[in-house]
């Protein structure tokens, strides 16, 4: 059971804009900011969005972040079959002296 | 440019010590601005995230409550590296294992070691 909740699938076709959530709670989203994660099946998780809404450089602007209170969204627009892949949200948790949790993942389909 | 380079063996006994090793190249394991992770990922999916090392004028390890009482991660200045072990493992603690680097972002990972527990 992660402590960040998302959807566990998602899709859209080539071009949509698709939007997958990540709910937690004050004392994680709440509090601090939010990374987002890709992963390509085989291969570690990459960096795709942090501090809730920043890209790293390489990383196309079709891809943004975005927070508000306890929950915050990962935007794709302009959908591309490269982007068929599983999606992690992250955040700092403030309790228990401190650690990283992560949402369940979410699958997208690109159909 | 940061990258992380794991070693470490993929098959281990019940009841064992499972122990890896993370090699960093591009930063230093005493950076004062960075955080040294280790994060695994169990066969469903789900991510969780083990503890870390750091340096801030002292050595610093904060670790996960669910593993507290079996982990110990330590870095290694004469090699840049930092490791993992965990103590009495059990086939629950199979999973893929990820160092990364912190402490904003996890902007960093290494390429992942699956580690199976299993007599």
């Known amino acids: 059971q992660s402590v960040l909740t998302q959807p566990p699938s998602a899709s859209g076709t080539p071009g949509q804009r698709v939007t997958i959530s990540c709910s937690g709670s004050?004392?994680?989203?709440?509090?601090?900011?939010v990374n987002w994660h890709m992963q390509l099946p085989g291969t570690a998780p990459k960096i795709l969005i942090y501090?809730?809404?920043q890209r790293p450089s390489g990383v196309p602007d079709r891809f943004s972040g975005s927070k508000s209170g306890t929950s915050a969204s990962l935007a794709i627009s302009g959908l591309q079959s490269e982007d068929e892949a599983d999606y992690y949200c992250?955040?700092?948790?403030?309790?228990?002296?401190?650690?990283?949790?992560f949402g369940g993942g979410t699958k997208l389909t690109v159909l | 440019q940061v990258q992380l380079q794991q070693s470490g063996p993929g098959l281990v006994k019940p009841s064992q010590t499972l122990s890896l090793t993370c090699a960093i190249s591009?930063?230093?394991?005493?950076?004062?601005?960075?955080?040294w992770n280790w994060i695994r990922q169990s066969p469903s999916g789900g991510l969780e995230w083990l503890g870390r090392?750091?340096?801030?004028?002292?050595?610093?390890?904060h670790y996960a409550v669910s593993v507290k009482s079996r982990i110990t991660i330590n870095p290694d200045t004469s090699k840049n590296q930092f490791s993992l072990q965990l103590n009495s493992v059990t086939p629950e603690d199979t999973a893929v294992y990820y160092c990364?680097?912190?402490?904003?972002?996890?902007?960093?990972w290494g390429q992942g070691t699956l580690v199976t527990v299993s007599s």
């Open positions: 990364a680097r912190g402490p904003g972002s996890l902007g960093y």
């Open positions: 591009g930063d230093s394991v005493s950076s004062n601005g960075a955080t």
């Open positions: 090392t750091y340096y801030r004028s002292k050595w610093y390890r």
């Open positions: 004050s004392s994680n989203i709440g509090r601090n900011t």
């Open positions: 501090s809730t809404d």
């Open positions: 992250a955040a700092w948790e403030d309790s228990l002296n401190g650690h990283w949790v």
